[in-house]
């Protein structure tokens, strides 16, 4: 979207020039409107973090708390991710390539997890796997953990990240047909030979762009883990549940510092997305989410 | 879809293979995350009769906590509104030193953590903050009042509408402009007349999108709500308090009453759009 317009860039239309009191306001209440929104909160994050120098920075990322916050929130990605990655990938498989009934319905349900709001999403495991759960009192018997423990943080995350990937390769693999495959297929080659080398290569932008939204909500998920993790220092804490607690301990600095991490991991998400849009706009499905 | 003569298929015969494990994988996977927690919580909230759900819900705490959600929530998606017709103009006609920078800042609130944006928030909008320090010597408070929750649901619900409108005018006919302002309509009749209702349904949806999102909202709001149970207390953060008091059959009730207003805000904007006949969906 962003990415052609530029080329496009129309000659001088006279009839769409607006008129100069109506360009400024426009331009003043656009940008400003983002410099209140956006810029500043990401500024205040960056100077809170400095207030007592690079020092105390450094020495409250070191905190052994945190550490295992971030060691928490990378091991929940890396498995949550990948799983949701392979999902994405088979439904859009499915739903793409193949022409059958109730597709329409099997859309709107990988859609739910995106109107759920996340304090219920983290709820629903609990239901399932909490004492009080289905499950809860079958679990204990059998010694096994799952919320307040990393299963949980994992299910949470898999449940509010899982539209993802799904969303940015359905449209595309259905703009795309099976035409391609089919020849593949009718020259000899193997159902795998046909995903690896004529699907995967229509896709990899797009399945990277789908992979880097999905893991940038699954390591900055807040609302379903808190409601999961039991908030267990040193154990069951990601990293925004860190700024949770540090914040609540009025440890602002520290609380900062914990956020300038997640504040970065969204910059860079931003930076290799608009990157993405950028140079293969052509290869990424049409529909933003 | 047609239906092969005769006999039920399930799907049209493709030479392609995989159909089976993928709708199987597709299925199973989407029923062991998605369809079986979620009749958990349905099952749970049924298991209050009419009366006492109705009881639950139509207590003061959480009637309060309702309309403060959606009151909140519809201010914030409606500044959105406003502010994201505007910033689509700005991207989509206006070319500037930067453009590419602005229209990728679009996406924050997509991008940071919602922890993230409410400490940061709190810390601004708070009594000795950069922004709230302003306000505290007319006695506005912004953070730990309603204001403070309008800000946080602003912020995130910035980008649905920017992302609807901006390919809509994107797309929109420049001759249209131009036979309006030759037929002597000035740019502002133009834009009411001719330019704004092309981009209405664009902007509902938008509006409904922002509006949905900022009902469940919770990381970026808690810190800067204030939490007083009555005044600044939110619907999620009620939920979290009952399953805390472990009530989870009261935090159900609540749970399904809020998941049906906002199914129900989102369906109504489909069937709207299949009705403007916008509705571009395949297969």
């Given at each position: 979207?962003?990415?052609d317009?530029a080329?496009?860039?129309?000659?001088?239309?006279?009839?769409?020039?607006?008129?100069?009191?109506?360009?400024?306001?426009?331009?003043?209440?656009?940008?400003?409107?983002?410099?209140?929104?956006?810029?500043?909160?990401?500024?205040?994050?960056?100077?809170?973090?400095?207030?007592?120098?690079?020092?105390?920075?450094?020495?409250?990322?070191?905190?052994?708390?945190?550490?295992?916050?971030?060691?928490?929130?990378?091991?929940?990605?890396?498995?949550?991710?990948?799983?949701?990655?392979?999902?994405g990938?088979?439904?859009a498989?499915?739903?793409?390539?193949?022409?059958?009934?109730?597709?329409?319905?099997?859309?709107s349900?990988?859609?739910?997890?995106?109107?759920?709001?996340?304090?219920?999403?983290?709820?629903?495991?609990?239901?399932?796997?909490?004492?009080?759960?289905?499950?809860?009192?079958?679990?204990?018997?059998?010694?096994?953990?799952?919320?307040f423990?990393?299963?949980?943080?994992?299910?949470?995350?898999?449940?509010?990240?899982?539209?993802?990937?799904?969303?940015?390769?359905?449209?595309?693999?259905?703009?795309?047909?099976?035409?391609?495959?089919?020849?593949?297929?009718?020259?000899?080659?193997?159902?795998?030979?046909?995903?690896?080398?004529?699907?995967?290569?229509?896709?990899?932008?797009?399945?990277?762009?789908?992979?880097?939204?999905?893991?940038?909500?699954?390591?900055?998920?807040?609302?379903?883990?808190?409601?999961?993790?039991?908030?267990?220092?040193?154990?069951?804490?990601?990293?925004?549940?860190?700024?949770?607690?540090?914040?609540?301990?009025?440890?602002?600095?520290?609380?900062?510092?914990?956020?300038?991490?997640?504040?970065g991991?969204?910059?860079?998400?931003?930076?290799?997305?608009?990157?993405?849009e950028?140079?293969?706009?052509?290869?990424?499905?049409?529909?933003?989410? | 879809?047609?239906?092969?003569?005769?006999?039920?298929?399930?799907?049209?015969?493709?030479?392609?293979?995989?159909?089976?494990?993928?709708?199987?994988?597709t299925?199973?996977?989407?029923?062991?995350?998605?369809?079986?927690?979620?009749?958990?919580?349905?099952l749970?909230?049924?298991?209050?009769?009419?009366?006492?759900a109705?009881?639950?819900?139509?207590?003061?705490?959480?009637?309060?906590?309702?309309?403060?959600?959606?009151?909140?929530?519809?201010?914030?998606?409606?500044?959105?509104?406003?502010f994201?017709?505007?910033?689509?103009?700005?991207?989509?006609?206006?070319?500037?030193?930067?453009?590419?920078?602005?229209?990728?800042?679009?996406?924050?609130?997509?991008?940071?953590?919602?922890?993230?944006?409410?400490?940061?928030?709190?810390a601004?909008?708070?009594?000795?903050?950069?922004?709230?320090?302003?306000?505290?010597?007319?006695?506005?408070?912004?953070?730990?009042?309603?204001?403070?929750?309008v800000?946080?649901?602003?912020?995130?619900?910035?980008?649905?509408?920017?992302?609807?409108?901006?390919?809509?005018?994107?797309?929109?006919?420049?001759?249209?402009?131009?036979?309006?302002?030759?037929?002597?309509?000035?740019?502002?009749?133009?834009?009411?007349?001719?330019?704004?209702?092309?981009?209405?349904?664009?902007?509902?949806?938008?509006?409904?999108?922002?509006?949905?999102?900022?009902?469940?909202?919770?990381?970026?709001?808690?810190?800067?709500?204030?939490?007083?149970?009555?005044?600044?207390?939110?619907?999620?953060?009620?939920?979290?308090?009952?399953?805390?008091?472990?009530?989870?059959?009261?935090?159900?009730?609540?749970?399904?009453?809020?998941?049906?207003?906002?199914?129900?805000?989102?369906?109504?904007?489909?069937?709207?759009?299949?009705?403007?006949?916008?509705?571009?969906?395949?297969?």
């Open positions: 979207m962003a990415g317009s080329a496009a860039a129309p000659p001088e239309r006279l009839a769409l020039r607006d008129p100069r009191w109506a360009r400024w306001a426009i331009f003043v209440g656009g940008i400003g409107f983002l410099a209140l929104f956006v810029v500043l909160p990401l500024a205040a994050v960056a100077v809170e973090a400095l207030r007592k120098g690079f020092g105390a920075y450094f020495s409250d990322l070191g905190d052994p708390d945190t550490i295992s916050a971030i060691h928490m929130t990378l091991t929940v990605a890396a498995i949550a991710v990948p799983l949701n990655c392979v999902f990938v088979a439904a498989w499915t739903i793409g390539k193949f022409a059958f009934r109730g597709k329409t319905l099997l859309l349900l990988i859609d739910v997890p995106f109107s759920v709001s996340p304090v219920i999403s983290g709820m629903l495991f609990l239901l399932l796997f909490g004492l009080q759960g289905w499950f809860g009192h079958w679990l204990r018997e059998h010694h096994w953990k799952i919320v423990a990393l299963p949980g943080l994992v299910l949470a995350t898999m449940f509010v990240t899982l539209p993802f990937v799904a969303r940015e390769l359905i449209p595309l693999m259905q703009e795309q047909g099976a035409d391609e495959e089919e020849a593949a297929r009718m020259l000899g080659a193997g159902g795998l030979r046909v995903f690896w080398s004529v699907t995967l290569p229509n896709i990899k932008w797009a399945l990277l762009y789908g992979v880097l939204l999905c893991n940038a909500r699954a390591m900055g998920e807040f609302g379903a883990v808190s409601v999961v993790s039991g908030h267990i220092r040193g154990l069951t804490n990601t990293l925004p549940l860190q700024v949770d607690i540090l914040y609540n301990e009025y440890n602002m600095v520290a609380a900062f510092a914990t956020a300038s991490l997640l504040a991991l969204a910059l860079v998400t931003l930076v290799v997305k608009s990157f993405l950028w140079r293969y706009a052509d290869q990424l499905a049409l529909t933003r989410r | 879809m047609t239906a092969t003569a005769g006999a039920w298929r399930l799907h049209r015969w493709s030479v392609l293979p995989g159909f089976g494990l993928g709708l199987g994988f299925l199973f996977y989407l029923s062991l995350i998605v369809l079986i927690p979620l009749s958990a919580l349905v749970k909230a049924s298991e209050l009769d009419m009366a006492s109705w009881r639950v819900l139509a207590s003061p705490r959480v009637f309060a906590a309702f309309r403060l959600t959606f009151l909140a929530s519809a201010v914030a998606a409606l500044v959105n509104s406003i994201g017709l505007v910033i689509a103009w700005l991207l989509v006609r206006y070319r500037f030193w930067g453009r590419r920078i602005v229209d990728a800042l679009v996406d924050l609130p997509f991008a940071l953590p919602t922890a993230v944006a409410g400490v940061s928030l709190a601004l909008m708070a009594g000795n903050g950069w922004v709230g320090s302003m306000f505290a010597p007319f006695g506005v408070q912004i953070a730990y009042a309603p204001p403070g929750i800000i946080a649901l602003i912020f995130v619900g910035l980008p649905f509408v920017v992302r609807t409108v901006q390919p809509v005018l994107q797309d929109f006919e420049p001759e249209l402009e131009e036979a309006a302002a030759t037929l002597g309509a000035d740019r502002w009749v133009t834009f009411i007349r001719v330019i704004f209702p092309a981009l209405a349904p664009a902007m509902l949806t938008g509006f409904a999108l922002a509006f949905a999102r900022a009902t469940g909202e919770y990381g970026s709001v808690i810190f800067i709500a204030g939490n007083r149970p009555g005044l600044t207390e939110i619907v999620p953060l009620l939920i979290v308090i009952k399953l805390e008091e472990f009530d989870y059959r009261g935090a159900s009730v609540i749970a399904v009453a809020s998941l049906a207003v906002s199914f129900s805000i989102l369906m109504a904007i489909n069937l709207l759009q299949r009705r403007l006949g916008q509705h571009r969906g395949r297969g």
